[in-house]
């Protein structure tokens, strides 16, 4: 069984016992990469010097008979909004080509000292604005189930690797559903944590009341290793919540007994694949056979998520993404005659097109005149949205959905209808509205074996719940036992 192939938790068995390198497994991953990342294009930047030197350490550590955190000595892939220091991060844009941070995000402090090993950068809908990974300003990334699809979005790179091998874990960012969707479209785990869980510092902004950093994974148990590494209290992020971070490895309990599920009726709805819509019924069956229990619920206000989302989020994309003027750092124009110009030039050459269209979009809503008929309402009914989920979980323990609507889509089949692509976040944006933690898991294939993504979303800070559902689901389905064929 090729190394590249196996969790981290089995890796970190054979570290620890002397049996492989992790010279060796870094090995095994850069030879993946270089079968198949020039067929899905998951990665813009690749460190492999850095990587083989970091790994040799990390050898020398396990050699002394050091006692080394799971993480340790382990290939990750790093989402490329995500800032490292003196390695390139462009968020998938033009205008940020040429960046090299001069720090390191807390979460790359945080895998660092844990000795996990950075092995690239992986490519993005540019600052994280789609559900495709066909809206980069380099390259588009290919889904490893079937290169003519696209393999979600925005962190469609991060969870393309995982699902090929190419990485054994990776990490990406979820605004509107942006790890939840390309995992589910993907095959993989991928978690967005409750809204303050994980420090937000050296995450280049896109919605900044939504963006949350999450791992993509393997299985369950290797979710929970990473989250143990990623969360905590972190004085660097004024929005970084101050709570207890519990062992997440300690929820990884194969029982439902009593556990209450409820099922939204606004989220089974008209317009679900009926092979998405079969296999999370399925899925449903299983837990309700493993001992949860099942309870019809309502979310009234479900239905003005997504029209919520695309205000707010762009709002404050309008602010965050000012900053790039052409003037400290990035892309500047040469055509630029007077600061005018060149304010002009260099954002309309530098940004693409979804990005300008959110620009003016958020500009539009924030301006005056309309600040109050639409931003303001967004905010108001945000709250609606979130006051649904707390009457829910005062009823529920967990509730459950489909993870996106449809398995993966063509490359090319909604990029000229921005409404039909934003409808790919209808299952995921309300929980993110409302900071709710949320896991999507693997719960089928179709008939042309595109995975299929089932949702579990818990109560803030519930993470222990998520992992306790989805890792007993797993431990009676095969289904992340599923590969590609590449």
């Known amino acids: 069984m090729p190394l590249c192939t196996q969790t981290v938790h089995q890796l970190h068995a054979q570290l620890k016992n002397r049996e492989i390198t992790s010279t060796q497994i870094v090995a095994s991953v850069f030879d993946r990469i270089k079968q198949v990342d020039d067929k899905i294009g998951g990665y813009l930047t690749l460190t492999e010097e850095s990587a083989f030197e970091a790994a040799a350490a990390v050898d020398q550590r396990f050699e002394r008979g050091e006692d080394l955190a799971k993480l340790a000595g ?95 874990l990776s990490l990406g960012s979820d605004t509107g559903g942006s790890i939840r969707q390309p995992a589910a479209l993907c095959g993989n785990v991928g978690m967005k944590p409750t809204y303050g869980r994980i420090s937000r510092f050296g995450l280049i902004a896109f919605a900044s009341s939504l963006d949350q950093i999450g791992p993509f994974t393997k299985d369950v148990e290797d979710c929970a290793i990473a989250l143990n590494a990623l969360c905590g209290h972190d004085i660097m992020d004024s929005t970084s919540a101050q709570v207890d971070v519990p062992n997440f490895e300690q929820s990884l309990v194969n029982d439902l007994q009593g556990l209450k599920i409820g099922l939204p ?93 959110r620009i003016m979009l958020g500009t539009y809503s924030l301006s005056s005149g309309y600040y109050d008929a639409y931003y303001l309402k967004a905010q108001q009914v945000r709250t609606l949205i979130k006051q649904d989920f707390d009457q829910a979980f005062e009823t529920v323990d967990l509730i459950v959905t489909p993870t996106s609507p449809t398995p993966a889509f063509k490359l090319g089949d909604r990029t000229a209808d921005p409404l039909q692509m934003y409808l790919s976040d209808i299952f995921t944006a309300p929980s993110s509205l409302a900071g709710m933690p949320g896991i999507s898991i693997p719960c089928g294939l179709t008939k042309n074996r595109l995975p299929i993504g089932l949702q579990i979303l818990a109560p803030p800070f519930e993470e222990g719940k998520l992992l306790q559902a989805a890792y007993t689901f797993e431990q009676n389905t095969d289904h992340h036992l599923h590969r590609p064929e590449l």
Not at 128 to 140: D, H, I, K, R
């Open 74 to 168: 382990i290939p990750v892939a790093i989402k490329d909004v995500i800032c490292t220091h003196g390695i390139r991060t462009t968020c998938g844009s033009k205008i940020l080509s040429n960046f090299v941070p001069p720090y390191d995000a807390t979460v790359m402090k945080k895998l660092k000292s844990q000795g996990a090993i950075t092995i690239g950068k992986t490519n993005m809908d540019e600052f994280a604005m789609g559900s495709s990974t066909e809206n980069s300003a380099f390259q588009p990334t290919r889904n490893p189930w079937n290169l003519e699809t696209i393999p979600g979005g925005s962190s469609g790179g991060s969870a393309a690797v995982v699902s090929a091998d190419a990485a054994i």
């Open 265 to 357: 009726s606004e989220y089974f709805v008209e317009g679900i694949d009926p092979e998405v819509e079969t296999a999370v019924h399925q899925a449903i069956a299983k837990l309700e056979e493993l001992g949860a229990t099942i309870h019809n619920i309502s979310m009234p206000h479900t239905e003005y998520a997504i029209a919520t989302y695309y205000i707010i989020a762009p709002a404050e994309a309008s602010a965050n993404l000012a900053r790039y003027d052409g003037v400290r750092f990035g892309y500047r124009s040469e055509e630029a005659e007077d600061l005018t110009s060149m304010y002009k030039q260099s954002r309309s050459q530098g940004f693409g097109e979804e990005v300008k269209r």
